[in-house]
C-alpha cells in the first residue's frame, strides 16, 4: 500500500527545545491527521486538518495542511519528556475511509 | 464517552492455526477499519466496515478476513497463521463520513505466531 514520507525518521533534542517535523504525498489529500503512539499502545489523535492552508493548534502542538494538498507540517514547542514518543502523519483521499500513514518520527526529548 | 475497546489484548498461537480479534467502536460512529503494525512495514491498511459492509480493503491476502454486526462491533480473522503475522493489530473507528472521518484507535491486539 501507499506510504507517506515522514521526516526526520528520529529526532533527539534537549527538554525545551522546539520540534518541527513533516509528511509529503505524490497524491493529493483532502484530510490530514497527526498521530502520536507510545510503545504497546494505539496511536492517539493529537490533530485533524481538513483544508488546504489550515493552521490547527491543540496546546503546545501547531500542524499545517500544505497549500498544494500533498504535505503536512507538526511543530511542538517548548518540548518536555511527555512528549516522547513516535509520531505518526497520515492522509486520506476522501475515497471512503481509508488513510495511508507515514512511516513515523521517533521524538527522545533529553531533560 | 467509552473509547475503542480491543480483546483480546494479547494473543499466543502457532503456525497454522486461525484467529478472531473483536473491535468495539466509539458509541456513535459506524465504521471500524482495521490496520496491521510491523516494524518493518509500518501501519498498514486491512480493511474497513461501514454498515456492516466492507467499503475498503488494502493490500492483504484472502487469509484476512473481516466482518461488522449491526451494533458496529467487528472482528477481524486470520486463517492459516503463518510466522509473518506476528505484529499489533489495531482497529480505528469513526463516523465514517468523508468530511468528518478523523480515526480514534482502540490500544491493538498483540498477536505473536510462533
Redesign the interface.
Given at each position: 500500500g501507499q506510504q507517506l514520507n515522514q521526516s526526520p525518521q528520529s529526532m533527539f533534542i534537549q527538554e525545551g527545545e522546539d520540534v518541527s517535523m513533516n509528511c509529503t504525498s505524490s497524491s493529493i489529500f483532502n484530510t490530514w491527521l497527526w498521530y502520536k503512539q507510545d510503545p504497546g499502545e494505539g496511536p492517539v489523535l493529537l490533530i485533524a486538518l481538513y483544508k488546504a492552508g489550515e493552521l490547527t493548534s491543540n496546546g503546545r502542538l501547531t500542524a499545517q495542511f500544505g497549500i498544494t494538498r500533498k504535505d503536512s507540517f507538526l511543530n511542538i514547542s517548548a518540548s518536555i519528556p511527555s512528549d516522547v514518543g513516535i509520531y505518526f502523519c497520515a492522509g486520506s483521499p476522501n475515497t471512503g475511509n481509508q488513510f495511508y500513514f507515514g512511516t513515523g518520527t521517533s521524538l527522545t526529548v533529553i531533560p | 464517552k467509552a473509547g475503542?475497546t480491543?480483546t483480546p489484548r494479547y494473543l499466543i498461537k502457532t503456525r497454522g492455526q486461525q484467529v478472531t480479534l473483536s473491535c468495539s467502536p466509539i458509541s456513535g460512529h459506524r465504521?471500524v477499519?482495521w490496520?496491521q503494525q510491523t516494524p518493518g512495514q509500518?501501519?498498514?491498511?486491512l480493511f474497513?466496515y461501514?454498515s456492516e459492509t466492507q467499503?475498503?480493503k488494502?493490500?492483504f491476502p484472502g487469509r484476512f478476513s473481516g466482518r461488522q454486526f449491526s451494533n458496529s462491533r467487528s472482528e477481524m480473522n486470520v486463517s492459516t497463521l503463518e510466522l509473518g503475522d506476528s505484529a499489533?493489530y489495531?482497529c480505528?473507528s469513526?463516523f465514517?463520513r468523508?468530511?468528518y472521518?478523523?480515526?480514534?484507535?482502540?490500544?491493538?491486539t498483540?498477536l505473536t505466531v510462533l
Open positions: - | 475503542v480491543q465504521s477499519s490496520y509500518g501501519l498498514q491498511f474497513e461501514f467499503r475498503n488494502g493490500n499489533l489495531l480505528a469513526s465514517g468523508s468530511s472521518n478523523e480515526q480514534f484507535f482502540g490500544p491493538g498483540r
